[in-house]
């Protein structure tokens, strides 16, 4: 019930201006199941109205067309193409909403760069209670605050020290988006207050399925020495500390050659690697340098400030 159209991503950006509804996660079975696809796809219209800034009148569509088709145009941001999807909401289907799915209305343009690579899970910390999966994880987003800077991440951590938060996480294995509740606990018995290591930045964005599972099975040395040069690999932690420290303590992250015993499935355990007693804690500040990020802190409150609706469908 869906055909692509072969849309232009250049014509799709500037006719759509960016904006429409990203869809988070598309419940089992529901009336959206295997045409929607969580994270990379954006709905900008529905039966030939193009939703230009966030109303009723999207929610209003699939409320007055229970058991009829409604045809949607959706933007995928990983092919940059335009596809017409047709979707039956129905209020029977065994499922929360009409269409089963959890949609938020915001701009696309750096949804790809704006990932946190979860790479090393120590074992017994609040990422390994949370199931969080070595190197194949991804934490895209949350449902309370809009993370628009690297930074955003970790100061959403600090100020919810021992409070649990929820993450929208990506898996590259499964390539679907779930909800993970995680406390953050700085006196967890480990290093940082996740305990694991967190990747930023290009070499940390989402990759294809093929690409991800080469990187992880054998990367070359190629790989290995561009990694060691221009990886950003942190711990998280509220404390502060110079850019030069942080640069010196980049590059004493150990590199590992070899990843064959990495899982393949996500319902298998984390991987887990305890480099505590080489790696030394990355401490975190803002873009200043000179602002510590912690729960006191008016300008880290005031950014944290930014909402949006998240829309269950």
Not at 290 to 308: A, P, Y
Request: proline fraction near 4%; aromatic fraction near 8%.
């Amino acid at each position: 019930n869906s055909n692509s159209n072969g849309g232009g991503g250049s014509n799709t950006r500037n006719l759509y201006n960016n904006t429409g509804y990203h869809v988070l996660q598309v419940q089992p079975n529901s009336p959206s199941s295997n045409k929607l696809m969580p994270f990379f796809d954006f709905i900008v219209a529905a039966n030939q109205v193009i939703f230009d800034k966030e109303d009723n009148r999207f929610s209003d569509t699939f409320k007055n067309n229970i058991g009829n088709n409604v045809s949607l145009i959706v933007y995928n941001i990983k092919s940059d193409t335009t596809r017409e999807v047709t979707v039956v909401p129905s209020s029977t289907w065994g499922g929360q909403g009409l269409a089963g799915i959890s949609i938020r209305y915001c701009s696309w343009e750096k949804t790809l760069e704006n990932v946190w690579h979860v790479l090393d899970v120590y074992l017994n910390s609040p990422a390994h209670d949370a199931q969080l999966q070595t190197r194949s994880d991804y934490i895209v987003g949350t449902p309370d605050t809009i993370l628009t800077e690297q930074e955003d991440f970790f100061t959403l951590i600090n100020n919810n020290m021992y409070r649990p938060i929820q993450l929208y996480v990506y898996s590259s294995i499964s390539e679907n988006v779930r909800l993970v509740s995680i406390t953050p606990n700085k006196n967890w018995g480990g290093s940082g207050s996740l305990g694991c290591d967190i990747g930023y930045g290009l070499l940390h964005r989402i990759p294809s399925k093929q690409t991800m599972t080469s990187q992880m099975l054998s990367p070359s040395m190629e790989q290995t020495k561009s990694q060691e040069q221009t990886t950003t690999t942190t711990t998280v932690d509220n404390n502060k500390q110079s850019q030069e420290q942080q640069q010196q303590q980049f590059n004493l992250t150990p590199t590992r050659t070899s990843y064959n015993d990495i899982n393949t499935t996500d319902d298998q355990g984390p991987i887990k690697f305890d480099l505590s007693d080489s790696l030394t804690d990355i401490k975190v500040t803002s873009n200043n340098n000179s602002t510590d990020l912690n729960i006191n802190n008016s300008k880290v409150e005031e950014d944290l400030s930014k909402q949006f609706t998240q829309v269950q469908l």
